[in-house]
């Protein structure tokens, strides 16, 4: 009697099949890990953003925040003059290129002594954005709230 060599196709198809199942976890382990990846990259540079946005607005002059919002009453929320941070904007209209449903608000907030002089000026930023394209449906809406004071350093000597 001879032996026998080499595989019948039947053992070779139950050796495949074994193999699929074996590593379909893996694949779906990495497919995972390169959305989240994705996700948190998109969270990263729109908080970079924001905090980019507070700083920037932090340079500006108190003196220029005293002139233009001097007449709100404390605790008055109004939209943040775009002109305070223009190099950030350029920065996120690039980045909305990419994301395409990328909004960014900025807020002001004005908190006055009792003698009606601003003592600080809050900055708060919320950005919303989907992930993927944008287009699609259901719930993959994300959300970053940042925050900063400036203050008035004459109120404060």
């Given at each position: 009697?001879?032996?026998?060599?080499?595989?019948?196709?039947?053992?070779?198809?139950?050796?495949?099949?074994?193999?699929?199942?074996?590593?379909?976890?893996?694949?779906?382990?990495?497919?995972?890990?390169?959305?989240?990846?994705?996700k948190i990259?998109?969270?990263?540079?729109?908080?970079?953003l924001a905090?980019?946005?507070?700083?920037?607005?932090?340079?500006?002059?108190?003196?220029?925040?005293?002139?233009?919002?001097?007449?709100?009453?404390?605790?008055?929320t109004f939209?943040?003059?775009?002109?305070?941070?223009?190099?950030?904007?350029?920065?996120?209209?690039?980045?909305?290129?990419?994301?395409?449903?990328?909004?960014?608000?900025?807020?002001?907030?004005?908190?006055?002594?009792?003698?009606?002089?601003?003592?600080?000026?809050?900055?708060?930023?919320?950005?919303?954005?989907?992930?993927?394209?944008?287009?699609?449906?259901?719930?993959?809406?994300?959300?970053?709230?940042?925050?900063?004071?400036?203050?008035?350093?004459?109120?404060?000597?």
């Open positions: 009697m001879k032996k026998r060599q080499g595989l019948s196709m039947l053992e070779i198809m139950i050796g495949v099949f074994i193999f699929a199942i074996a590593f379909i976890p893996l694949f779906r382990v990495v497919q995972y890990g390169g959305k989240s990846t994705v990259n998109n969270y990263s540079k729109v908080a970079r905090q980019r946005l507070i700083e920037e607005c932090k340079h500006v002059p108190f003196k220029i925040y005293l002139k233009d919002y001097q007449e709100m009453g404390s605790g008055e939209v943040v003059n775009q002109n305070y941070y223009p190099q950030t904007l350029e920065a996120i209209n690039e980045f909305n290129e990419e994301l395409k449903s990328l909004t960014v608000e900025a807020e002001l907030t004005v908190k006055k002594l009792p003698d009606n002089r601003i003592s600080e000026v809050w900055i708060n930023v919320i950005a919303t954005w989907k992930e993927g394209d944008g287009t699609t449906e259901g719930d993959n809406k994300r959300q970053l709230r940042l925050g900063n004071a400036i203050r008035n350093p004459d109120c404060y000597m």
